[in-house]
């Protein structure tokens, strides 16, 4: 079946650093994603969304960028901080107009070396 | 301050054992989530609902069934518990209301199966 998946387990960058976290989608029908955070015994928190007729879309030091043709999607976080470690999820909606529903990949972590 | 709350946060139970996972939300979602978290898969979907006493299955239904019998409530039960369902599980909710798919997720519940 059609599934989202993350490219590396485990990232690690040095404090200050930018972070590049990267997603790769199958459903091409998918019109929505969302990356989500998790902490260490915490549920998922959303960091920033993007629909599917946008390429690019920016938060507070966070980037989302959103590649159609190649079915890749990407988180970058500026200037990385400790409190940045965690581990990063992708997820799409795979209910379809009216209803909504998320599949997540299998998550990177990221760890902040000080 | 908007909530999704599971009713354990940890559970110790015997293969064999009829387990409930509840789960409740006050945000008036229509629909709701049952995720497993397992090391290096990521969250898995397992059933979900779209509306009262409606469930679809997700990803990996089998030794699982839901109940959703009130809006706010979606009810989690393996009906015979044993040791691969071992693992963290995660309660979700989105509402079909405005722009965003955001879902809210629960604490969790880390369920251990002897």
């Known amino acids: 079946g059609e599934s989202v998946g993350l490219h590396l387990p485990t990232l690690s960058v040095q404090e200050g650093d930018n972070s590049i976290i990267n997603c790769a989608y199958s459903n091409s029908a998918s019109d929505y994603f969302i990356w989500y955070k998790q902490e260490s015994g915490k549920g998922p928190q959303f960091i920033i969304d993007?629909?599917?007729?946008?390429d690019k879309r920016q938060g507070q030091r966070v980037t989302v960028l959103l590649n159609k043709t190649v079915k890749h999607l990407s988180l970058q976080i500026a200037a990385t901080q400790p409190g940045d470690s965690a581990v990063y999820f992708c997820?799409?909606?795979?209910?379809?107009?009216?209803?909504?529903?998320?599949?997540f990949g299998s998550g990177t972590r990221l760890q902040v070396q000080p | 301050d908007v909530k999704v709350t599971q009713s354990s946060r940890y559970l110790v139970k015997r293969t064999g054992e009829k387990v409930f996972l509840e789960c409740v939300q006050d945000m008036d979602h229509e629909n709701m989530f049952w995720y497993r978290q397992d090391p290096g898969l990521g969250l898995r979907l397992i059933y979900f609902s779209y509306d009262v006493k409606m469930k679809e299955k997700g990803d990996i239904p089998e030794g699982y069934s839901v109940s959703r019998e009130k809006k706010e409530r979606f009810s989690l039960i393996l009906e015979s518990a044993s040791t691969n369902q071992t693992s963290m599980y995660l309660c979700a909710s989105t509402g079909n209301r405005g722009l965003s798919t955001e879902a809210f997720f629960g604490q969790g519940t880390r369920l251990t199966v002897v």
């Open positions: 997820a799409e909606n795979i209910g379809g107009t009216g209803r909504r529903a998320l599949t």
């Open positions: 993007i629909r599917s007729n946008m």
